[in-house]
DNA sequence: GTCAATAGGGATAAATTTGTCCCTATCTGA
DNA sequence: TCAGATAGGGACAAATTTATCCCTATTGAC
């Protein structure tokens, strides 16, 4: 486990919200359980950008920070399901509207990505 | 200047937002500069914990995304006046609720995020 | 009998982000 | 005359995040 060496600074908002959703990968994890996508194996697949570690990674955090919960079955292969807390829920609303932005800038954003990295 | 050695993938809205949002103080100088904190030393005054260094870069990627755009007064010594573009205040109701999700689970969320570094 | 699927951790490497320090130049005020 | 404010870039170091690879264990399918 990588051990911080610095503290993060909580003085606002925007500050604790930075500290819990800040991953590349979580406000997709938190919107793709919200989807119904519960199970690890099935969140992989929805995100196969990122490495099987990270998503745990990032899902363990999540745990941490109680956005999600998860029931392990005591079965054999292993069976977890995710699910959002309310706390995880109430954020729901908001990554839709991010990702509705996104969404509504597409061709305007894609165009100003790509510029940004071909000079 | 750095120069990243993998494309990223753009396939949704939240891969685009998180190109042009991801990084520690993007968010907060597009509230900043919303408030009306428009020229450079301002907003380094008002992020502290954030170096000089990063501000100018994580502001030219801004610019570059066109989320902010500025203007140059040709004085000594400099003056510059940072502003928001279209597209930039489009983003302003989403950051405005997203702190205000943060400060509404203020005490919860920072329990959370010491007692996850302090096990 | 071997392989894929299942969940997830350890060790380590690579990529990326953030911070530190120094340098440019000019004017104002002590 | 010297420090400080102003804006910002280069070189480099440190911190952090993300990826790669390997290992645990069991069941069912081929």
């Keep these: 486990m990588y051990e911080r060496k610095t503290l993060p600074e909580l003085n606002c908002g ?12 979580k406000m997709r ?6 989807e119904g996508f519960q199970r690890p194996s099935e ?15 990032q899902l363990k955090e999540l745990e ?6 998860k029931v392990i079955y005591p079965v054999v ?3 977890v399901d995710y699910y959002l807390t309310d706390l995880g829920q109430s ?4 990554i839709g509207a991010i990702g509705q932005w996104g969404d509504q800038h597409d061709q305007r954003l894609r165009t100003l ?6 000079p």
């Excluded at 925007?14 to 990968?25: A, P, Q, S």
């Excluded at 969140?43 to 990674?57: E, M, T, Y």
């Excluded at 941490?64 to 919960?69: Q, T």
């Design 91 to 94: 954020l729901i609303p908001i």
């Design 14 to 25: 925007l500050d604790l919200i930075g500290e819990v959703l800040y991953g590349k990968w």
């Design 113 to 118: 990505i790509l510029k940004s990295i071909h």
């Design 43 to 57: 969140l992989q697949r929805k995100i196969p950008g990122a490495s099987r570690r990270v998503l745990n990674v």
């Design 64 to 69: 941490s920070h109680e956005l999600v919960g």
């Design 77 to 79: 292969p292993p069976k």
């Design 29 to 34: 994890l938190l919107w793709f359980i919200h």
